[in-house]
């Protein structure tokens, strides 16, 4: 520990753990912990000799070294007159209520300093998703209540008023003509309360509460997702395709389920394929934010075949119907296309992602194999080192694509000569 007037040259040199006093303000300081994180300090006692430490501010916007000494002054201040500012905040932490620390919790998330187990910042389509369960289940049901009130029971009493619909109905979202259909039920009650307990983790991080109520609370079983297509239903949708065609349906969004079904990606990863992250000679996608971070991919000679045979109207290879961004009405073209030839509803593009899954299975590849190819979590780790794929996963991607041709009995439509799309 040394004593010296803090400036920024002190404080950009500071070692993890060491505290530096500031010479012209008592009690007055600055941590590094030993992270990187960098916070400014104020030590004193109380009327009645009780010491206290306060947390002023972590180093950088706003607070700035001078910043937070004008506030070390301003707290000293109030300590003459006999007040306690760190009891003071506490107790204002306290009575805080649930609504407000949701609005606390999505700051902090935004600003990228909460981060997520895999030790990176939430993506911004998992915020809004976040944001979209707060606004609607959340803050209408335990909004009103204090922080250092909710219990284990009021989580419960939550979850199942969730599942039992308590908070359907329609709200408008801040797009334009937006509107979201909020069903709720079992599965949406079991991913709010997980959020639920992330956010009361935030609580417990920041001194609110002593304890997170959502502990121990009994979920309800997940719902995996495990239903796969049937070899009849591959050519059940190849003929929806193809009749899609006929019906001048968008092209990129006939290609972009054609694309699906060959490499069993995300449809998120698919919608959001930028040109630039292709390199066909080589037949690799270098995907560089998925949900499991970076991701090299190898592509089969019938996904490059579909892709060789897109214009490029657009930075994404499947663009929207208007404009340059990424498609955004996919689900909604998606359920017509499928409707064409009483495709089960029940078929998602998660249905076609572990189908793939399960196909390559049946063939005999072996699960590290499989997760390189559909992005599996961890599959990313190995793919740090490669820089294109090879021969074994080629040969693995190559031989499920033919598979699935087989079964659906479609043929690669190349859209410049069959549906006449300009480039």
Known sequence: MTSRKIALKEVRTLNPGEILWDGSIPGFGVRRQKSDGIYYFLKYRTADGRQRWLTIGRHGAPWTPDLARQEAVKILGEVVTGDDPSASRAELRRGLTVSTLCDQYLVEAESGRLLTRRKIAKKTSTLATDRGRIERHIKPLLGSLKVSAVNRADVEKFMHAVAAGKTAGRTKTGRKRGLAIVKGGRGTATRTVGLLGAIFSHAVRAGMRSDNPVHGVMRFADGRRDRRLADSEYQQIDKALCAAHAQAIWPFAIGAIRFLLLTGWRSGEVLGLRWSELDLDRRTARLTDTKTGRSIRPLSTRACAVLRSLPKLSTYVFPASRGEGRMTGF???????????????????????????????????SEATIAVLIGHKGASITSRYIHAADAVLMQATDAIAERID??????????????????
């Open 331 to 365: 689900p909604k073209i998606w359920a017509r296309i499928m409707k064409i030839n009483s495709v089960s509803v029940e078929i998602t593009p998660h249905t076609i992602r572990h189908s793939y899954a399960s196909l390559a299975s049946d063939l005999g590849y």
């Open 406 to 423: 087989a079964l659906s009995k479609g043929v690669i439509i190349h859209f410049r000569e069959r549906v006449g799309v300009s480039t």
